[in-house]
């Protein structure tokens, strides 16, 4: 039976959530469901990325980021929230910080809130459901810009 010995390059990978120095990227979830904080968190942590805090609204979003800079990486913002949603949150992190990479989530036929975000620095999207190679090829992008 063969091992990993046999195939030793299969265990060098770098995980996609880890930085160059070693330490992990951490990543501010921002999503008003509770099934897609918990799957993409599981996503991320299985890549090496650090879940740095969650948020259920707009409002919470950028108060958490505030609250984080800098030590913040990377934001994944649902479009559609309850109370301020993704794309007012997006303008106001933006505002506060203008290196901000922030990626919307979006359910289909949110095209038009898409573009809307992208005028206003969001980096990449991501369309529900999730994808984990998805998820983490948009992200490495976005981090390797």
């Known amino acids: 039976m063969k091992t990993t010995g046999d195939y030793p390059e299969i265990n060098n990978r770098t995980p ?3 930085k160059p120095d ?3 990227y951490r990543v501010l979830l921002v ?3 509770i099934f ?3 799957q993409l968190n599981q996503i991320l942590t299985s890549e090496g990325y650090t879940i740095a805090d969650t948020a ?3 409002g919470e979003a950028v108060d958490k980021y505030k609250a984080l800079f800098p030590k913040v990486d990377l934001v994944t913002m649902d479009i559609t929230m309850p109370g301020m949603d993704g794309v007012s949150a997006l303008e106001k992190i933006v505002e506060f910080d ?3 990479k922030v ?3 979006s359910a289909l036929g949110r095209q038009d809130l898409v573009k809307k975000s992208f005028m206003l620095g969001a980096k990449n999207y991501i369309i529900k459901p999730l994808e984990r190679k998805k998820v983490l090829e948009r992200l ?3 981090l390797n810009e």
């Open 16 to 18: 996609d959530g880890q």
């Open 22 to 24: 070693g330490s992990a």
């Open 31 to 33: 999503d008003d469901s």
């Open 36 to 38: 897609v904080k918990k």
């Open 56 to 58: 259920g609204d707009g």
């Open 98 to 100: 203008s290196n901000a």
């Open 103 to 105: 990626v919307m989530i």
């Open 140 to 142: 490495k992008n976005v």
